[in-house]
């Protein structure tokens, strides 16, 4: 053998992270961002071609990192039914004045729905001044049918909330739940109603892209996620009207994408490890919340879901923070781990924002699995969030670099079953 290949084969035998690490490089990350936050794909709005589209792409990028479809499922889609209302007749008169189409919304996931006896509907009313959202809030979860005028003062935030629920919604939950049917109309003594509504109710799929690197302790699970989902199309400004969702959350998901080549070409890990890029996070979080019911939470020794690190953070290039810090030592042990790989972990700089509860990590979280997110978002400040400049042009490549290996780094820990974070017992709103 000659002399040239002896040194080469002891410098891989020595280091095969270097070589791993060498998979985490700006140029694949770069081009993972531009394919999924493309024009092309349409901000991946979900139940859209352009989701789908992403659906696949991140299913190749598995397939070709060697990763395995997960216990019990054949490939990479792990599907989950939902249930899609479109709005049909909205036929509602009060104390006999018929109501005009334009002053009446209905939140229901009935096909159909008609009453005219008293009793059947609670009347409820949102004065001047009044919260429109902790009022529609409370009053679904009162679980009645419920008649709600809206004062006309209200007509601004009424539209608003007519946008949104007005239109076709997604449900994970067919047929249950009360319908609300509100109307804009001063307070009045309620004598009589009737009220006949249908909707067109269909069943869905999403999809979960999944795929894992079985380890020797097959049930001791490192699971690294994100959302694939974003916006889709929204009301456009200056004639762009697609969400393209660069950094929300197309940097999360290329994370995971990397992180999967990254481990996978180290070899067998102590132990196993997943990699979940979720569906429908932007309209309730369906996809996280189907997932954590088909695995043991026991068996989850720790989520990293990963959301928004495409900007630096408000501690500079090259940091990240984290959700729910102080509900296990998790963040501290990536901290430790990832000194000296030129990446800064911290404690979530936004507590009052309560994001620990409002992404992915949540629902294993009050299963007690050790689950927070990652992010380097300024939420506070950042301009772009939500909007149609979310773009890969505002991100900060090298940033994202450094924080997707200083998460490699981070969690090796925890991945070789050297450390284990402590579970979460108090996954309740402080
Ligand atoms: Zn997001």
């Not at 795929?211 to 001791?220: C, F, V």
Request: aromatic letters at 8%; a neutral charge.
């Amino acid at each position: 053998m000659n002399r040239i290949l002896l040194p080469f084969l002891a410098f891989c035998a020595v280091a095969p992270s270097l070589l791993a690490q060498d998979s985490i490089q700006r140029a694949s990350i770069e081009r993972l961002e531009r394919t999924l936050s493309a024009d092309s794909l349409e901000g991946r709005g979900s139940l859209t071609p352009g989701n789908d589209k992403a659906a696949r792409i991140i299913a190749s990028e598995f397939a070709s990192a060697g990763l395995k479809p997960i216990p019990g499922a054949d490939d990479f889609f792990q599907k989950l039914p939902v249930t899609v209302v479109a709005p049909g007749l909205r036929k509602i008169a009060v104390n006999g004045l018929p109501i005009g189409e334009g002053d009446v919304f209905v939140m229901s996931n009935r096909d159909s729905l008609s009453s005219n006896q008293l009793g059947e509907f609670t009347v409820a009313y949102i004065a001047p001044g009044m919260s429109m959202r902790q009022k529609i809030g409370a009053i679904n979860k009162q679980e009645k049918n419920t008649l709600l005028l809206i004062a006309r003062d209200q007509k601004k935030s009424f539209d608003r909330y007519k946008g949104f629920f007005g239109g076709r919604s997604i449900d994970n939950e067919p047929q249950t739940g009360p319908t609300v049917v509100a109307v804009l109309m001063d307070s009045v003594p309620v004598t009589s109603y009737d009220i006949k509504i249908t909707n067109r109710v269909e069943t869905r799929f999403l999809q979960n892209i999944a795929g894992m690197i079985p380890g020797k302790r097959a049930n001791e699970i490192v699971l690294f996620s994100a959302h694939y989902d974003h916006l889709g199309i929204i009301t456009p400004v200056d004639g762009d009207s697609i969400a393209n969702g660069a950094d929300d959350d197309a940097s999360g998901t290329t994370a995971v994408m990397t992180l999967a080549r990254y481990f996978a070409a180290k070899g067998t890990p102590e132990r196993t490890l997943m990699f979940v890029a979720f569906a429908a996070e932007e309209i309730g979080g369906f996809g996280s919340q189907y997932f954590s019911k088909q695995l043991k939470p026991e068996s989850i020794v720790a989520m990293c879901n990963i959301e928004m690190i495409g900007m630096p953070s408000k501690f500079g290039p090259n940091s990240a923070w984290m959700t729910g810090f102080d509900r296990s030592d998790f963040g501290k042990i990536v901290q430790e781990a990832s000194k000296g790989s030129g990446f800064s972990l911290y404690p979530d700089p936004y507590p009052d924002q309560n994001l620990f509860f409002r992404s992915d990590n949540a629902r294993l979280a009050k299963l007690g699995v050790p689950a927070h997110s990652v992010s380097s978002s300024q939420i506070d400040t950042d301009k772009y969030y939500h909007s149609v400049k979310d773009e890969i042009e505002t991100l900060d490549l090298d940033h994202m670099t450094s924080v997707i290996r200083g998460l490699a780094a981070g969690m090796a820990p925890i991945i070789s079953g050297e450390k284990t974070p402590t579970r979460i017992t108090d996954a309740v709103r402080k």
